[in-house]
C-alpha cells in the first residue's frame, strides 16, 4: 500500500495499478492524513496553546500551523516553490519505480518501505529547506483543512501567496515525470531475459562448433 496520491496516480498512468481503485485510495490517504492531524493536535493541544499564550498563529515567531502543513519561506518565489515540489516528487517516484522493477536489482522484498524511508529522509534532508518538501497532497491539503477548522482560520489557506495549491499540484505533476524518466529512459532499455537466454544458447553452440 501507498499512501501518497501523487505515487498512486503514476502507478494508475503509467499501468502499475488500475484506475478504478484511484478514488478509493485518495479517499483513504486524505482521510487519514486528516485524522493524524486531528491525533497530533489532540496530544499536544496543551502545549500548542501554551506555546503562544493561547494563539494559534500561521506566520510569525511563535506560528504553530507549520506543525501541520508546509509553508514556504518569505524569499521564494512562486515559479521556485512549484519546481521544488516538482523536481523533489520527480525523484521520489523515478526512485519508487526502480525499487519496484522486477528486471532491475531490486530491494529485497520485505525491505521496500525501509528503503523507501530512507529515501523520503534523504530527500527531505537536500530538498526542505525551501518548502518543507511535503511531496505529498494528502500529508499537506489534508492537516492544512484540518487547522483551518481547528482555530488557525482560513489564513492557512492565503498564507505564503497562497501556497497552499503548490503542494497539491506540484507532486502529481512531478511524479508522472519521474515516472516517465525511468520508463523511457530506463526501464525500456531492459534486456529481455527469453532473449538473453536465446542469445547464450547461439554463443555456446557456436563455441562447441569452434571445438569440434
Known amino acids: 500500500g501507498h499512501i501518497n496520491p501523487a505515487v498512486t496516480f503514476a502507478m494508475c498512468l503509467y499501468g502499475r495499478m488500475k484506475w478504478y481503485k484511484f478514488p478509493f485510495y485518495i ?9 493524524g492531524a486531528a491525533t497530533l493536535f489532540g496530544i499536544y493541544y496543551d502545549a500548542i ?3 503562544a499564550e493561547g494563539k494559534l498563529l500561521v506566520t510569525g515567531e511563535n506560528a504553530t500551523a507549520q506543525i501541520f502543513a508546509t509553508y514556504p519561506v518569505k524569499y521564494l518565489t512562486v515559479a521556485n516553490e512549484f519546481a521544488d515540489q516538482v523536481v523533489s516528487s520527480s525523484f521520489l517516484l523515478l526512485v519508487v519505480f526502480a525499487i519496484f522493477d522486477e528486471k532491475n536489482w531490486r530491494v529485497p522484498k520485505g525491505l521496500e518501505p525501509v528503503v523507501i524511508g530512507l529515501l523520503i529522509l534523504v530527500l527531505s534532508c537536500s530538498l526542505g529547506m525551501n518548502t518543507g518538501c511535503a511531496m505529498n497532497p494528502a500529508r499537506d491539503l489534508s492537516p492544512r483543512l ?3 477548522l481547528a482555530g488557525w482560520g482560513f489564513e492557512v489557506f492565503t498564507a505564503g501567496s497562497h501556497f497552499w495549491w503548490i503542494p497539491v499540484v506540484g507532486p502529481f505533476l512531478g511524479g508522472a515525470i519521474g515516472g516517465f524518466i525511468y520508463i523511457y529512459g530506463i526501464e525500456i532499455h531492459h534486456a529481455d ?3 538473453e537466454d536465446k542469445m547464450e544458447q547461439v554463443e555456446e553452440k557456436h563455441e562447441l562448433s569452434v571445438i569440434m
Not at 479517499?27 to 485524522?35: C, M, T
Open 27 to 35: 479517499g483513504a490517504q486524505f482521510l487519514g492524513a486528516f485524522i
Open 49 to 51: 496553546r501554551c506555546f
Open 146 to 148: 484540518f487547522t483551518a
Open 193 to 195: 531475459p527469453e532473449t
